[in-house]
């Protein structure tokens, strides 16, 4: 790397400043969201000495033409990628205002497919009590109730990630329409269930002697979590069609 690369490279944005400045208009995305796109070749953040990622305003605006591409017009990556490698040899250009009106999402996670990296860990990510309720909008009490349940569990040091705050917030929606926690323990048995198949199938493949088998192990366990996930929308959307003539 070249004097002039090294001082871009440290004086850029880091992966936490990007995730601010995406955030108000794409509340989902996450860090391990930002690294995943990131190996899968739609952006190449600079790098410090030291290994730490650095983005200029050119992979901010980049991170939020993909973005914008799989929110508004559910584009799979391998598309944007080559929209990407387009505006890369000049036909266009990645800015605030080259992405596509915007249609409104009804849903946090978009309708049919569900993406694997979805359920790639973010373990920088640590949530406090105090933030989590204040996020989810619970009080101490209904904490207590989830914690109890086993439907949000704090990590070893007794911090919180992103999911626990998204699961909390629901189930503070669900509690509107009646449902107590005790009601949500059936969910959290059927992810139970549905997470002992996905691992009877991806455990043989981890225990393989190759030194690729705990990452083809891995992204096994992701892409079965991500069909699981659509399959148990499809069910319920299903069942529930006819609730309300039964």
Known sequence: MTAVRQQQAQSGMSIGSVLDRLRPDFPDVTISKIRFLEAEGLISPQRTPSGYRRFSIADCERLRYVLTAQRDQYLPLKVIKEQLEAIDRGVATVGAGDSSPRRPRALTVAPGEVSPEEFLTDREVRISRDDLMSRAGIDEKFLVELTRGGLVVPGPAGFFDEDAVTLARTARA????GLEVRHLRAFKLAADRE?????????PVAKGRDAGARDRAEEMVRELAALSLTLHTCLVKSA???ALDR
């Open 174 to 177: 669900m509690s509107e329409f």
């Open 195 to 203: 997470a002992g198949l996905v691992a009877q199938i991806a455990g």
């Open 240 to 242: 529930v069609r006819g």
